[in-house]
């Protein structure tokens, strides 16, 4: 499966709207691209996926390039409780390992 | 709506003791369920994964083995604890392979 590349940190104040950056040049034609989130001592909590067209659902909106080649999440009106290591992973359809990396810890200051 | 339900929520073993791990889907048949391992600090490592009852497919060998004797249940274990084995470990389910996964409260393991 292609790489995937991510800030190892960002940091916020309440209230703003949040641009999270992941690089995936070499992503395939089959893979989609899929954003989790973890806090501490919790399970990562699924937060949105794409293909090739923009998605929106309540918890962000996810833009993909045209190329395919990077995607950035939004997070608008971060609160305190958007606070977490946010990760970016390309999974093909009927493949199992999604890898998880180090992601981007997002802090957020009130 | 799915629950997802692991235990025990925390455990403290001593090295070379055995081990067992619960985890229980209600509300989806047929799930697909994953073990996954995170030592503190580290980053998120699938163990297992399980389409079916009956079947068990490894990832990462850790001394570690897993089974699903039920469709709703999926058990991890091991017959001697190593120091290396102290960690986080998670269960999740999915429709299906590729999917996105449902992950559940986890496990926190310490082997002294």
């Known amino acids: 499966d292609a790489k995937t590349t991510q800030p190892d940190s960002m940091e916020s104040t309440e209230g703003e709207t949040v641009h999270l950056p992941c690089s995936h040049a070499t992503i395939s034609g089959n893979e989609y691209i899929y954003w989790y989130r973890q806090v501490p001592l919790q399970g990562p909590e699924y937060v949105t996926h794409g293909l090739q067209q923009n998605t929106t659902n309540s918890m962000a909106f996810l833009a993909i390039a045209s190329d395919r080649k990077s995607s950035t999440l939004i997070l608008p009106h971060v609160s305190l409780r958007d606070a977490a290591v946010y990760h970016c992973i390309l999974e093909r359809n009927n493949n199992n390992a999604p890898r998880f990396g180090a992601g981007t810890k997002l802090s957020v200051k009130p | 709506a799915q629950t997802i339900h692991q235990w025990p929520v925390a455990e403290i073993k001593a090295v070379g003791s055995p081990l067992s791990l619960g985890c229980t889907i209600k509300?989806?048949?047929?799930?697909?369920l994953y073990w996954y391992w995170q030592a503190t600090g580290g980053t998120l490592q699938q163990l297992f994964y399980s389409i079916t009852v009956g079947q068990v497919e490894s990832v990462v060998q850790l001394n570690l083995s897993a089974s699903r004797p039920k469709d709703d249940q999926f058990i991890l274990s091991t017959e001697k604890l190593l120091l290396s084995h102290s960690g986080f470990y998670l269960c999740?389910?999915?429709?299906?392979?590729?999917?996105?996964?449902?992950f559940g409260p986890g496990t926190r393991l310490t082997v002294l």
């Open positions: 999740a389910w999915s429709l299906r392979l590729g999917a996105e996964q449902y």
């Open positions: 509300g989806k048949s047929s799930p697909n």
